[in-house]
């Protein structure tokens, strides 16, 4: 593995550390504003930015992903009839 991809990779776990987190101390219910939670979303967004730049980048795992749907898709809508 490559410093640029060992950089990347500790900037992945780093942001799934911090989500993880996030939903740990989001689960006991607590009910949070709609001012504060749409502040939170932005933080969020800034932190995805601080990371990775913006606009976040596509990798090629959610670009296979976003293919194999649509492919499911097309063989569902070829199999009902519908176009």
Request: charged share 35%.
């Amino acid at each position: 593995m490559g410093r640029r991809e060992a950089e990347a990779l500790r900037a992945w776990v780093v942001g799934r550390a911090a989500g993880q987190e996030w939903e740990r101390v989001e689960a006991y219910g607590k009910v949070v504003p709609v001012g504060e939670a749409f502040a939170r979303g932005l933080e969020l967004i800034d932190f995805a930015a601080e990371l990775h730049g913006w606009p976040i980048p596509e990798d090629a795992v959610g670009r296979r992903q976003d293919e194999e749907v649509r492919q499911v898709w097309r063989r569902l809508r070829e199999r009902l009839g519908s176009r």
